[in-house]
């Protein structure tokens, strides 16, 4: 069956320091993947999608980045955070079909940016 | 701008009410949604999705939706809830471009 991992759960940072956030999913090959954002009390809102290795598409201008070194690995980073990167990060699958497929979130990582 | 719309942000029921979240999107094209549900300690998973076809689309759970093209929405429908459907809820709407909104989201309680 398949799992998604993200790592870490929690992480406190201060303003200016860069960020790391890992992805990696288990048990399907070529997935379609997947970083949102969830701030507080807003939507899921979709960061940056990949369809393959060093494919990357971004749908929000921003000072995050994110990366696909592996198939099944996504990495989501940044330079220098900002106050406003706060909020909780999720990871999200689908079959390589596209977005019209179930998405399958993983866990999440809650960012917290002092 | 394409948006959906939840307003309803925190539902508060009694065991056995009955139960309708809304969904409304803005966008005159194709779509397709979803709900996706989130329990408590528990990742994001979906709970029903419409494409094409009976615009009454069940799900898991005993959980129903409608989609109202006029009206733009996809409210979500279920006729009895349990303490067990204490989670949050976010409606997805899928444009033509294959871009994907989620909504803000609908924080249920049930109270036993």
């Known amino acids: 069956s398949q799992t998604i991992h993200q790592w870490p759960a929690t992480l406190v940072q201060p303003v200016g320091s860069p960020l790391s956030l890992e992805c990696t999913v288990e048990?399907?090959?070529?997935?379609?993947l997947y970083w949102y954002r969830q701030a507080a009390g807003r939507g899921l809102q979709l960061l940056f999608y990949?369809?393959?290795?060093?494919?990357i598409s971004s749908e929000v201008p921003q000072n995050l980045s994110a990366s696909r070194p592996q198939d099944r690995q996504f990495i989501l980073s940044s330079k220098k955070l900002l106050l406003s990167d706060s909020g909780f990060y999720l990871c999200?699958?689908?079959?390589?079909?596209?977005?019209?497929?179930?998405?399958?979130f993983g866990p999440g990582t809650r960012l917290l940016v002092l | 701008a394409q948006s959906v719309s939840q307003h309803n942000h925190h539902v508060i029921l009694s065991e056995a009410a009955s139960l309708e979240l809304g969904c409304n999107y803005s966008?005159?094209?194709?779509?397709?949604l979803f709900w996706y549900v989130q329990y408590p300690g528990q990742h994001l998973q979906l709970l029903l999705k419409?494409?094409?076809?009976?615009?009454l689309v069940k799900g898991i759970k005993g959980f129903e939706a409608e989609f109202i093209k006029s009206k733009f929405s996809f409210n979500l429908r279920k006729p009895s809830v349990q303490w067990s459907d204490t989670a949050e809820y976010f409606c997805?709407?899928?444009?033509?471009?294959?871009?994907?909104?989620f909504g803000t989201g609908t924080r249920l309680t049930v109270i036993p």
């Open positions: 999200a699958w689908t079959r390589a079909g596209g977005p019209q497929e179930t998405q399958y």
């Open positions: 966008y005159g094209g194709t779509v397709n």
């Open positions: 419409y494409f094409s076809g009976d615009p």
């Open positions: 990949s369809v393959g290795i060093g494919q």
């Open positions: 048990g399907t090959s070529n997935p379609n």
């Open positions: 997805a709407v899928l444009t033509g471009a294959n871009n994907l909104f």
